[in-house]
C-alpha cells in the first residue's frame, strides 16, 4: 500500500480531536522546513509573518486563526501590507498548511516545504506521527525529522 494511501486510512481512523494533533503537527512540520530557509532577520521582507501565523494556529487552532493564516497566503499579505513581490510563494506555506480543512489536506504542504531532497524522510515522519497519535502516545518532536 503506498504511503498516502496508508496515511489517508489512518487518518479516517482518527477521532476528532487526533485529526486536530495531527493537523498541528503536520503544520509545525512544515513550519520546520521553512524556518531553515528563511533569510537574515536582517533581510527579511515579511517571511516570518506567515510562520508566526501558523505557529498562531498551533497554540491556538481556532477556526478564525486557520481563516486568518488561509486568508492572508491567498492574498500574499499581513495586516494589509501587501507582500508577493517581496518573497516567494514558497514562504506562504505555513500559513497555508494552517489554513487548511484537516490535516490530511495539510500534507502536500508539509511535503513541499520539505522539498524533493526530503520527501521520504517527511512521509516516514508523517507515517510515525499518525501511528503515534492515532495510539494515543507523543508522536515524535519535529525536530527528530533528521532520525527518519
Known sequence: METENLLEMLFGQ???QQQLRFKQAIVAQTVFYVSQRLPIADLDNGER????L??????EPTAKN???AALAAVLDQVDGEVRHLEMGEYFLTPAKAAGTENGFDAVQYALKAGGDFQVTEAKQWQMATAWDILS???PPSVESLSDY
Open 66 to 68: 486557520a481563516e486568518q
Open 49 to 52: 509573518s506567515f510562520i508566526e
Open 136 to 138: 494515543d502516545r507523543t
Open 14 to 16: 482518527m477521532n476528532e
Open 54 to 59: 501558523a505557529n498562531k494556529w498551533i497554540a
